[in-house]
């Protein structure tokens, strides 16, 4: 496995590759990046991972200085898994100048995620867009915990004509059904054995709109309120359809299918995010 610094010779190594896949992270990985990473060998004869911790989506007030890093055992995970090139640039190499260019994500960027961290996809989608373009893969696979992300930087991808192809991974998630990620680690032995009622709380709406219910808005409240009895501060837990993670239709018209619950809610001090498709699938929604 090769572990590569600048751009430069990144573009250099890659020659020799027929087909890429590509993976970015911001490291601190789990079996959830892992997983990534195999279904990313699946597509390409070279998978291409990359470390970098993207400032230009951390606000303020967010975590960017405490976020997990620890790159020599992130690399030791992935030469076990098979990557074969690890891009893991210094802040320099990403944005050698102040980043004045910065593209500009449609209105569901200010929804949800967006609206609870102002700016937060304007610096994803701008570090995405640079590591396509550093990296040029024909594949890119992103999980689906993260599923507004998903959403936005497919519409990124088929809006500016770039030739890769977006590869959705379902997420992986702990014995008791807490999606991995991260962020997991700041949680204290209490609040890991509280977490996983943010899942078992979007699974009880999904299972509700799989019997038949479509208020949904009174679905959203009940929620909010059983995580609020348990002390989680919420931003949102909403039902929205999943093509375009638009509001459903409020006389329940759309077909529970294509439903999905979504939440996002702090514990302690650890903001975790999940989604449930209200009838499960594999692959594209």
Not at 5 to 27: I, N
Not at 74 to 91: I, N
Not at 195 to 221: C, F, H, M, Q, W
């Amino acid at each position: 496995m090769d572990i590569i610094e600048s751009d430069d010779a990144l573009r250099k190594r890659l020659r020799q590759a027929r087909h890429v896949a590509f993976v970015p992270t911001m490291g601190g990985l789990h079996a959830g990046h892992l997983a990534l990473m195999g279904l990313a060998r699946r597509h390409a004869d070279c998978v291409v991972a990359s470390i970098f911790v993207n400032r230009l989506q951390f606000g303020p007030n967010e975590d960017f200085d405490r976020y997990p890093r620890a790159l020599e055992s992130d690399c030791a995970a992935l030469e076990r898994e098979g990557v074969d090139v690890v891009f893991t640039p210094h802040e320099q190499v990403m944005y050698p100048t102040p980043q004045v260019y910065r593209v500009q994500p449609p209105p569901l960027a200010d929804e949800l995620e967006g609206a609870s961290r102002p700016g937060f996809f304007h610096g994803v989608c701008t570090v995405v867009l640079k590591l396509f373009n550093i990296v040029q893969p024909q594949f890119a696979v992103f999980g689906k915990k993260d599923r507004q992300q998903l959403k936005i930087v497919r519409g990124m991808v088929q809006q500016f004509n770039l030739p890769v192809q977006i590869i959705p991974c379902e997420t992986v998630r702990a014995d008791d059904g807490l999606a991995l990620s991260s962020r997991n680690r700041y949680l204290s032995p209490a609040e890991r054995t509280e977490a996983p009622r943010l899942y078992k709380t979007l699974r009880t709406i999904s299972d509700a709109i799989a019997a038949g219910r479509t208020d949904y808005a009174n679905l959203e409240v009940e929620a909010r309120a059983e995580l609020a009895r348990n002390g989680w501060k919420v931003d949102y837990i909403v039902v929205r359809h999943g093509l375009a993670l638009r509001i459903p239709h409020p006389e329940g018209f759309d077909h529970p299918n294509l439903l999905i619950a979504l939440g996002a809610a702090t514990l302690g001090g650890t903001r975790l995010i999940d989604n449930v498709d209200v009838i499960p699938k594999d692959g594209e929604d």
